[in-house]
């Protein structure tokens, strides 16, 4: 599935299961909300905080696909084409950075 298709997709699913779109704000609270539960999965699996037996069924692909509808429906309410915003992040990346990483001592 392309980024356009999971727009469209995302889409149609609010406006045929979801009813309506929660408002922008709603889905800020909620995207908060899901990033938090991704970075508990994470800070508790591969950091050094200790997994409680009630968190190692939690599915992390679950928690990051739940984090990228919600992105998806902030985007769609707001008029984002997320393919034409991530190919221009990306540019943006690519000029700025060009050969910064290569010269990071650290990452060497």
Do not use: P
Not at 17 to 22: K, M, S
Not at 41 to 65: F, H, N, P, T, V
Not at 66 to 74: G, K, M, P
């Amino acid at each position: 599935m392309t980024i356009e298709q999971a727009q469209k997709t995302v889409d149609e699913w609010i406006k045929t299961v979801g009813v309506r779109y929660f408002n922008e704000l709603t889905n800020m609270a909620m995207l908060t909300e899901e990033v938090g539960e991704v970075a508990r999965i994470i800070a508790r699996r591969y950091g050094e905080q200790s997994e409680k037996e009630s968190d190692k069924a939690k599915d992390l692909g679950d928690e990051m696909a739940d984090v990228l509808f919600v992105l998806i429906c902030l985007a769609n309410q707001t008029g984002i084409n997320l393919t034409e915003a991530l190919q221009k992040n990306l540019d943006k990346k690519t000029r700025r950075d060009a050969t910064r990483h290569q010269e990071n001592e650290k990452l060497k």
